[in-house]
């Protein structure tokens, strides 16, 4: 098995790596790297689950090889709260909003969110749903997550006023 | 400042869950993510066939993989555990396969490797050999015993009810249970009008988002697993049988789950990591993927049958219900859905005269067990459909057919137990009030045509069962709760919390809720069937009084006069000299019981709390399509008095989304015994955009007398009602009936072309 050097930023911290070329985004971030904060579930793409931000963009971990992460910048779940631990307006609002049960499904919520409000200041429900219509939670009805996304949406609008 | 008295209850609060910030940060950990040092990891080769005779297996290209540390297949499990066969209610599942399998997908060999893709590449490597046998999948064909899944029904001496099977042979009936009320042959003679129809449901899966995973931790006396387990007493007392071990040798703790649903009780992977690890003698890891969650275990399809006799009036006066559970390969639970579903299968209805005849079989599919509603939501779908459809026949308004012949508080349930703090009434009323019903709407036009539809349904917690809790009382005066119920998303460490803290006047945020660990946290029956609340609800008042009483003993004890408020940890200071010592407290609960006669299955008292929920809907029927859109959904609970209320809505509003991925699109595709959609991308669960439109959840506050502060379960509830609403209200809109799950636009459009004369040429 060949190996490849990578070197990447994850949550603004450096790393360099020699790993094989088959490891996938997602393992390389939770073997790897121990940020364990990214979960797996159908590892096809389809859950959302393993959803991060690679560049600001969104990515399914699960389906990108850790070496086309090469000389990239990428968010997980743990990059999101303050250096002081302070939670950010959407994780905030989750937690306020009853957004979450079992929170298996919740760090890829907050990272396909994360870039849809910087992308959208003051989206409708319908917006927030169809951001997230890619993004699978099995146990809240998703009603809880709509309220946060739009709860959050307004607490950053009025933090930027 | 754990101590500062609260103004205000904890009780009714709408706190953000306890462990919230764990999982906003991705903190919180789960069995699938866990790792120990030196841990190896296992990998399933599993059957290919549905039913046959186990001829060979050969390992020998994956022993010599390297990186392999291990292959093991049934027997090799036996140098560890002699009598390897597990099980809630029968002994009949094989760690792994030993002369049969009897499901496509069985275990029936692992390999052990140092890396997991090691061992994924090392399985591909494995050939078995089988004689096929004939093979029954279908729970009605699995009465005969043409096929035998099993020679003989082994039950587990676990449950009273179940020990009079032992030794059976020649059949497939895992448990048949019956019920007789009054004389129902008489009725049906004398009845003005008798209605009998057939439903099916289909075969569903849970699918927790985390798959399962449990690490075993194996030395020569003593056992670690961690497992992602609804039940960890359970699983502590069913390895410890297996090994012939004394229970305070095994040791089960319980990360966060990832969604369980029923599906992660008993035992399922925890067995075999145990046996690996012990043949390893390295700490064992098994993870499965999405696709293997179909193999694991499912939701019971059933067949059921329903046949009403009304009289002149309008008034059921007879009904017979014959119930075909489809439990698969082996037992898991199914032969208590059979009997604890089995007697609500009339419904919410009072009627004099009941036979139910409920049989759990045997077939050689993917085993079958819980799944958020224990049975209840099949039948359900068949008797309110039911409902409607002999509502319509005779003409009368369904919902007046409903209210003049709805079971209410103070009258006997088909089992002879009085219905008590059931409102029934109330939940009509609510249904019919928010969806309007009786008046003029758009019923559309065109292709598109609207209807309503409403249902409700009734479940009996299971009983008798068992919870107990502690309390410790540091000497600060913070409090630590420890109760083995598994928060596996329900939010029941918040309301365990809030429970503790209405007693003791403490914050419910300020309450630490142990992790479940059986050398720590106190025996639990499972956390399952919307039991948690109101057992373990009690069981935590419980301690937490014991708790209060020990601290009004030691203040009398140091000198403080009565109704003192001296903070308790100036208690501790005043009786010890210094910051020492604690106070425990104990609760246990379980509830008073009667077991049901054996012929007649009547009880007294059945169960120590009802549950009553239902649903209403507008739905758009496309007529040239066949699609279905849900235009609104109403659910309506009686949840006893809400704990935490927010909890309680997503409770609603999550159970009734997952209900209606079941009847809208959910299925398992099987061919042959093979499923052929085992994946996410194939078998679709409900996603953002299938949520209706208008969805509300409605909750009737009913305070459950017995129940903790009035609480009771509420986890399931929102399940009940949502098949045969939907299926009301897509006859209401263009009359036609679909009577088997799901309501896919196939099934729809089928129905709509034999109406109309035309029927679609068969599959």
Redesign the interface.
């Known amino acids: 098995m060949s190996e490849h050097a990578v070197t990447l930023t994850v949550n603004g911290v450096a790393h360099a790596r020699t790993i094989e070329g088959r490891v996938n985004l997602a393992d390389f971030l939770r073997h790897t790297l121990g940020l364990t904060g990214t979960h797996v579930g159908c590892e096809h793409g389809v859950c959302g689950a393993c959803t991060v931000l690679v560049d600001g963009r969104s990515v399914r971990a699960c389906l990108m090889f850790a070496v086309q992460a090469d000389g990239r910048a990428v968010t997980t779940v743990e990059g999101l709260a303050a250096a002081d631990g302070g939670l950010d307006p959407l994780q905030a609002a989750f937690r306020e909003h009853h957004g979450l049960q079992c929170g298996f499904c919740t760090p890829g919520m907050l990272m396909t969110l994360t870039e849809f409000l910087r992308e959208n200041k003051t989206p409708s429900a319908a917006q927030v749903r169809e951001a997230i219509g890619g993004n699978l939670c099995r146990c809240t009805g998703y009603a809880g997550i709509i309220a946060a996304a739009l709860a959050a949406a307004r607490r950053i609008a009025a933090d930027g006023a | 400042m754990a101590t500062t008295p609260v103004p205000g209850g904890q009780v009714g609060r709408?706190l953000?869950?306890l462990?919230?910030?764990?999982?906003?940060?991705?903190?919180?950990?789960?069995a699938?993510?866990m790792?120990l040092p030196g841990m190896l990891y296992g990998k399933i080769f599993r059957s290919t066939v549905p039913h046959g005779r186990l001829i060979g297996i050969d390992t020998a290209a994956a022993r010599a993989m390297p990186g392999v540390h291990g292959v093991y297949a049934g027997e090799d499990v036996r140098k560890v555990i002699p009598d390897p066969y597990y099980g809630p209610a029968f002994h009949d599942q094989p760690i792994l396969a030993l002369d049969k399998v009897r499901f496509v997908g069985e275990p029936v060999a692992v390999v052990v490797a140092s890396d997991p893709?090691v061992a994924e590449e090392a399985v591909a490597l494995i050939a078995a050999t089988y004689e096929e046998l004939p093979a029954v999948f279908d729970e009605v064909a699995a009465m005969s015993p043409a096929v035998l899944v099993h020679d003989e029904l082994k039950p587990a001496g676990t449950f009273a009810d179940l020990k009079h099977l032992k030794g059976r042979k020649n059949t497939n009936v895992a448990r048949d249970f019956h019920l007789r009320l009054g004389d129902v042959d008489k009725a049906f003679a004398e009845a003005a009008a008798v209605f009998e129809h057939e439903f099916r449901t289909q075969k569903v899966l849970?699918?927790?988002?985390?798959?399962f995973a449990a690490i075993a931790d194996a030395s020569d006396n003593r056992l670690t697993v961690y497992s992602g387990t609804q039940g960890p007493s359970f699983v502590r007392s069913e390895l410890a049988r297996l090994l012939g071990w004394p229970e305070n040798r095994v040791r089960v703790k319980v990360p966060?789950?990832?969604?369980?649903?029923g599906a992660k009780l008993y035992i399922k992977l925890e067995a075999l990591a145990a046996a690996l690890s012990m043949l390893a003698r390295r700490p064992v890891k098994l993870a499965l993927?999405?696709e293997e969650q179909f193999y694991m275990i499912t939701r019971h399809p059933t067949t059921c049958r329903i046949k009403s006799g009304v009289d002149k009036n309008g008034r059921v006066i007879a009904r017979k219900c014959e119930v075909f559970w489809n439990g698969g390969a082996y037992a898991d639970i199914g032969p208590r859905v059979t009997q604890k579903s089995g007697f609500t299968a009339p419904g919410p209805y009072d009627i004099a005269n009941v036979a139910i005849d409920s049989y759990a079989l045997y077939t050689n599919l993917t085993p079958a067990g819980a799944l958020r509603g224990f049975g209840v939501p099949q039948l359900v779908f068949a008797y309110e459909s039911h409902t409607d459809m002999v509502a319509r026949a005779l003409k009368i308004d369904p919902v007046k057919f409903r209210r003049d012949n709805l079971l209410r508080a103070g009258r006997p349930q088909a089992t002879g137990t009085v219905l008590k703090d059931a409102a029934t009434d109330a939940v009509l009323d609510r249904l019919a009030q928010c969806i309007d019903w009786g008046k003029p709407f758009d019923r559309g036009s065109g292709p598109i045509r609207r209807g309503r539809g409403l249902a409700l349904g009734i479940k009996a917690v299971i009983s008798p069962t068992t919870s107990v809790a502690a309390i410790n009382v540091a000497a600060d005066g913070s409090c630590t709760l420890y109760c083995g119920t598994v928060d596996?998303?329900?939010?029941s460490d918040t309301a365990m919390a809030q429970i503790a803290g209405e007693v003791l006047n403490i914050a419910a945020q300020d309450i630490a809720v142990t992790p479940r660990d059986t050398d720590i946290t106190p025996y639990d029956m499972g956390t399952l069937g919307s039991r948690s609340l109101f057992h373990m609800g009690h069981a935590v008042r419980l301690a937490a009084l014991d708790a209060k009483e020990k601290l009004a003993a030691m203040a009398r004890e140091v000198g403080e006069p009565d109704g003192s408020n001296t903070p308790v940890a100036e208690l501790f200071r005043k009786k010890y000299g210094m910051q020492a010592g604690n106070v425990i407290g104990a609760g246990t609960y379980k509830p008073d019981y009667t077991p049901p006669d054996s012929k007649s299955g009547q009880t007294p008292n059945v169960t120590p709390f009802w549950m009553v929920a239902g649903t209403a809907v507008e739905v758009e029927v496309d007529c040239e399509t066949g699609h279905v859109r849900i235009v609104k959904l109403v659910n309506v609970a009686d949840c006893g008095r809400a704990i935490n209320p927010?909890?309680v809505?997503?409770q609603?509003?999550?159970?009734?989304?997952?209900q209606l991925g079941f009847t809208m699109f959910e299925k398992m595709n099987i061919e042959g015994g093979q499923v052929t959609n085992a994946?996410?991308?194939d078998y679709k669960?409900p996603?953002?955009?299938d949520?209706p439109a208008t969805?509300e959840n409605v909750t009737v506050e009913n305070r459950q007398e017995n129940g903790p502060f009035g609480a009771k379960g509420v986890g399931e509830v929102a399940t009940f009602g949502v098949s045969p609403a939907i299926a009301n209200a897509i006859e209401d809109a263009v009359g036609v009936r679909v009577t088997v799950l799901p309501l896919n636009p196939e099934a729809v459009l089928r129905a709509l072309r034999v109406k109309a004369g035309s029927p679609l040429d068969s599959e």
């Open positions: 709408s953000p869950r462990e919230a910030r764990d999982k906003v940060t991705g903190r919180a950990e789960y699938h993510t790792r893709h849970h699918v927790p988002l985390e798959p966060c789950l990832g969604g369980g649903f993927s999405m596996m998303g329900q939010g927010r909890i809505e997503t609603l509003s999550g159970g009734s989304l997952m994946s996410l991308a669960i996603g953002m955009l949520v969805i």
